[in-house]
T-cell receptor, first 115, second 113 residues
Framework: ETGVTQSPTHLIKTRGQQVTLRCSSQ?????VSWYQQALGQGPQFIFQ???????GRGNFPPRFSGLQFPNYSSELNVNALELDDSALYLC??????????????FGEGSWLTVV | GQQLNQSPQSMFIQEGEDVSMNCTSS?????WLWYKQDPGEGPVLLIA?????ELTSNGRLTAQFGITRKDSFLNISASIPSDVGIYFC?????????????FGKGTHLIIQP
């Protein structure tokens, strides 16, 4: 139990649709990161939010966007869904970005299937 | 971007056996992390390494930061059924202070009865 909760746990969408995934960070954590994990692969960094602003981004197109709210919870939005977007989406929270020894806690993820 | 080469891809072992896995890169890093992902869950940090040559243990797990700073090793002694899962070598992302992580492809550990 990491204290990071994600919803929904599973969902199915049609190609071209939009999806919103949600994450509540561990209490006191102001930094939230999102990762995409395709089947048989390691998680890939999408982006990070710190104090409600994007604080770094991986190699993902602009149709992947996010928000962080004043309570530090976060949303991941994906527009114009493609079949290759089918993956486990992981949210991770930490106390602050860029600090050595800063432990990052992952949620259990949201399984997205695009058909 | 950074690429981590993790091996073996999968391991089929008997309960009680020792396990060794490693991770290499063409780049030099100042931090190596090892995470484990149980089925249906997110990754969990096992061991963090911050100094070349460092050897760190966490129970039956021991990890080493390679002296060249381009590799790391993870050993599990006397494996038990709950060791089943995917083990990832991980390095901190280097993009503008963001605290993202770069994961290897993982080593799947399967324990045969």
């Amino acid at each position: 139990e990491t204290g990071v909760t994600q919803s929904p746990t599973h969902l199915i969408k049609t190609r071209g649709q939009q999806v919103t995934l949600r994450c509540s960070s561990q209490s006191g954590h102001n930094t939230v990161s999102w990762y995409q994990q395709a089947l048989g692969q390691g998680p890939q960094f999408i982006f990070q939010y710190y104090r409600e602003e994007e604080n770094g981004r991986g190699n993902f197109p602009p149709r992947f966007s996010g928000l962080q709210f004043p309570n530090y919870s976060s949303e991941l939005n994906v527009n114009a869904l493609e079949l290759d977007d089918s993956a486990l989406y992981l949210c991770a929270s930490s106390l602050a970005p860029g600090e050595r020894g800063n432990t990052i806690y992952f949620g259990e993820g949201s399984w997205l299937t695009v058909v | 971007g950074q690429q981590l080469n993790q091996s073996p891809q999968s391991m089929f072992i008997q309960e009680g056996e020792d396990v060794s896995m490693n991770c290499t890169s063409s780049s030099i890093f100042n931090t190596w992390l090892w995470y484990k992902q149980d089925p249906g869950e997110g990754p969990v940090l096992l061991i963090a390494l911050y100094k070349a040559g460092e050897l760190t243990s966490n129970g039956r797990l021991t990890a080493q930061f390679g002296i060249t700073r381009k590799d790391s090793f993870l050993n599990i002694s006397a494996s038990i059924p709950s060791d089943v899962g995917i083990y990832f070598c991980v390095i901190p992302h280097s993009g503008g202070g963001a605290d993202g992580l770069t994961f290897g492809k993982g080593t799947h550990l399967i324990i045969q009865p």
